[in-house]
């Protein structure tokens, strides 16, 4: 299947690879189908692009990469909805946001997508573990910007190169 996408132009697609949201993300219920891009060969970042809305593309990462402590506890109801009956089927991934300076990027530990390896049927569950937040800084205080970004700077997302 071949895509149209904002920041990537066309794409083929393995049918195969579609990932189902049957709920969708949180604020963009109506978008239920996504798939994975690399963002580059050696980069732990990837895009969740929609199927469905060239434009709509997440950054997304395995956060035991950056957070090896990290624990996600699947509700019974969510892992039955994904029909995930062994942890092994689950691939976990998090949205990251990367504003002007990369090095404040943030992920998103609360509310992880929970992806069903076998079935590419998925879901973003929230979390009610309180060490979690929506910005966890993915860089460590001591590596700031030496170019802060401006103040007021918008944040944006650079496609890959």
Known sequence: MRIQTTRFGEVEINDAAILTFPQGLYGFEQRRQFCLIDHRPDSPL???QSVEDPALAFVV??????FP???VLIPDEEAD???LTDPSQALVLTIVAI???PYQM???LLAPLIINGDTNLARQIILSDPRYSTKHR?????AASPFPAPKGAAPTVSPPS
């Open 106 to 108: 943030t992920a998103n």
């Open 69 to 71: 402590d990290y624990e």
């Open 99 to 101: 504003p002007s300076d």
């Open 61 to 66: 990462m395995n956060p035991f990469e950056y």
């Open 138 to 142: 993915l860089l460590p205080e001591a």
């Open 46 to 48: 990837k895009w969740l």
């Open 81 to 83: 909805a994904l029909g």
